[in-house]
């Protein structure tokens, strides 16, 4: 089998928190990522659901090298990625793109839409050419959907529409021609009506130009407009990962059942039993002995106090790290 | 909704509002025009629109706190009966809060950093009612906290010690805290993960049926409306574009606005669906196009939707659309 575009093997970020008093020794980690492992393939997207604190962020950044690795590694067109030295990083950089949540944040106001789009191509020295840099710049803003290109290039980012905006933030990663974009939260402060544009904006990108996705979201209502595979997280670790389908229609993990159950129907015909966890996700500090999901688990036993499960596969493609999986199959079928 | 209730009279009625915004030397700007509903006691009617669609000029109107350059032109806004557009600024000031009260979008931000949640809960209450009694004051601070599930011992924690799940709460106690009528949710659960929003909205469907609490809920999300809502008002460009009970809305829409919000709304349990967004942009108000605000953007424009803004019509009684799509099945009958 040849090697995907991303391999991302046992990744780990700990983040030591610094002690209290100058007497304190013991040092405390927070567990943002804790062994991850996936593959993306060209072309493909995967979907990262989980809530706040799930470590879904943290993991961007690290392939990202935003945040260096605790341990593990990562492999993007071959080359390893995890320890590498800055121009290693940069060179990679290139090729993978990042997209952020708020398009009112993350654009320059100073900035016209040209220069904004313009900036990626300086920073890594290419098409200095004045014609070609145009030409590119353009490309750009043609296939994130703003079009004429050359009627947005003047503009400012208050002159435009959050869904413009985002496209906009878009434009300055494709300029790169890159082979993943990483998008985190690329639609949720958008209004609905922008949201479908830009998520089919993506996937319409990953068909055409081959680009893979990463998209992070804690909503698994946007993922099937776009994703291929989604893997769910939970305090750092992957619970379920599995193709769109099998993971949206026959959820396995009580996580990602719970997830699936809240996100709203979009009729009341179709209001479906709420599985509600109650509180948050807990503290990444002090982790639940066992299964990292069973303070807050509906189904957990005593067993899933002493054990923690590891992803084992019950189908194609499709993992789950729950002990009681095969058991809760048998029951409901 | 059972017609028994519908027959009751209104706890809150408004008809034909027109709210202006003005600044000179420019016309003004047309942002609400002819809002119409109705919202019964213990009622939930969801408000839905996109950006700039004049549903949060509506909530502040009915507060009576529009910013100043906000002018109401016309129209009537009754509560149990009584004129609030005719209500001095005193004798609004002593409804507001005690009568309707609000929870506002981004309860991050809208909650004072350097004093504690209790405190905030506590001035909330003694702005607007006579509760001198330290002792009887701090019993319905740990209720209100009770009511929304926060351990009462955590009144005495600042906000930043709060999730934002936790804020949320603490600002539903706050709007809680006069025991109003009405409480307007302007967008409750955004920037908030699905599993807190899904608590979020069952708080509020129990404090309604515990209450008999009447629920204005201003959101740009269909999803969550179809989780809590009797009734939808549809709002596009500053006018009502549909207003029915929420199984017309979802089932039976008759504005292509309305069908066009649906179809951008994505579905987990139909995975392979292609999301279907609507075109273009919501109108800007002070460049409102001829005719039909939703010209633009429609897929069913003929000649007519260019020269007027159609009237509301009466599909059925209780089921409104302002497209001249509708006359025919209304009748021709207006709203």
């Known amino acids: ?333 | 909704m059972p017609h028994a209730i519908l027959d009751r009279p209104p706890l809150l009625e408004v008809s034909h509002l027109d709210v202006d915004y003005v600044d000179p030397p420019h016309p003004p700007a047309a942002a609400l025009r002819g809002i119409t509903f109705t919202l019964q006691r213990g009622e939930a009617l969801g408000i839905v629109g996109e950006s700039g669609c004049g549903k949060s000029t509506l909530m502040l109107t009915l507060l009576r706190l529009l910013p100043a350059a906000g002018r109401i032109v016309a129209g009537s806004v009754r509560l149990d009966g009584v004129e609030l557009l005719d209500l001095d600024a005193r004798a609004m000031a002593a409804l507001r809060w005690k009568r309707i009260a609000m929870i506002f979008q981004g309860a991050m931000n809208a909650l004072n950093p350097v004093r504690t949640v209790g405190e905030q809960i506590a001035e909330a209450i003694r702005r607007h009612e006579d509760v001198t009694n330290r002792r009887a004051l701090d019993r319905r601070v740990s209720e209100l906290l009770d009511l929304v599930g926060i351990a009462a011992s955590r009144r005495e924690q600042y906000p930043f010690q709060y999730s934002g799940g936790m804020r949320q709460r603490a600002m539903i106690a706050m709007a809680l805290a006069c025991s109003p009528d009405i409480v307007i949710a302007d967008e409750p659960t955004t920037a908030l993960d699905v599993m807190i929003q899904a608590q979020i909205l069952q708080l509020l469907a129990d404090l309604r049926r515990q209450l008999q609490l009447s629920i204005l809920l201003v959101t740009h999300d269909l999803g969550i409306v179809a989780e809590l809502c009797d009734r939808v008002l549809v709002m596009y460009g500053g006018v009502m574009a549909e207003y029915a009970d929420a199984d017309t809305i979802y089932n039976g829409a008759a504005h292509p606005y309305t069908q066009a919000l649906l179809q951008a709304f994505p579905d987990p349990t139909q995975p392979a669906q292609k999301l279907a967004a609507i075109p273009g942009a919501p109108p800007r108000l002070t460049d409102l196009p001829p005719g039909c605000r939703f010209t633009p953007r429609c897929p069913h424009v003929f000649a007519r939707c260019h020269t007027a803004q159609p009237p509301l019509y009466a599909v059925t009684p209780a089921h409104q659309a302002s497209c001249f799509r509708a006359e025919t099945t209304s009748g021709g009958a207006h709203a």
């Open chain 1, 1 to 333: 089998m040849p090697e995907p575009l991303l391999r991302v093997r046992g990744v780990r970020k700990l983040f030591p928190i610094k002690a209290a008093g100058w007497r304190t020794h013991a040092q405390r980690v927070v567990h943002a990522v804790d062994d991850v492992n996936f593959d993306l393939g060209a072309g493909e997207a995967l979907a990262l659901v989980g809530e706040s604190g799930c470590g879904k962020s943290t993991l961007a950044l690290t392939l990202l090298g935003l945040e260096p690795l605790t341990a593990g590694s990562i492999r993007f067109e071959g080359q390893e990625l995890a320890g590498a030295p800055p121009e290693v990083w940069r060179l990679a950089r290139r090729h993978i793109q990042m997209i952020f949540q708020d398009p009112y944040e993350s654009l320059n106001p100073l900035m016209t839409v040209g220069e904004i789009v313009a900036e990626p191509l300086q920073v890594h020295k290419l098409a200095t050419a004045t014609e070609e840099r145009r030409r590119r710049i353009m490309a750009a803003l043609d296939d994130a959907g703003l079009k004429p290109a050359q009627h947005f290039m003047r503009r400012f980012p208050h002159e435009l529409s959050g869904g413009q905006r985002q496209r906009v933030a878009i434009a300055a990663a494709l300029v790169l021609e890159p082979r993943l974009l990483v998008a985190d939260e690329p639609v949720s402060m958008l209004d609905v009506s922008i949201r479908a544009e830009i998520l089919n904006l993506l996937a319409d990108l990953k068909v055409r130009r081959q680009i893979a996705v990463l998209f992070i979201t804690h909503d698994l209502g946007t993922v099937s407009a776009i994703a291929d595979r989604i893997a769910v997280m939970y305090l750092g670790r992957i619970v379920e990962i599995g193709a769109v389908n099998d993971v949206l229609t026959t959820p396995q993990h009580p996580y990602t059942q719970a997830l699936l159950s809240v996100v709203p129907a979009p009729n009341p015909r179709l209001r479906r039993q709420h599985i509600i966890l109650q509180g948050e996700t807990p503290d990444p500090v002090n982790l639940p002995a066992g299964c990292r999901f069973h303070p807050r688990c509906p189904v957990a036993i005593a067993r899933c106090h002493q054990v923690d499960p590891v992803l084992q596969a019950v189908g194609a493609g499709h993992a789950v790290a729950c002990i009681r999986t095969t058991e809760l199959r048998t029951n409901t079928l």
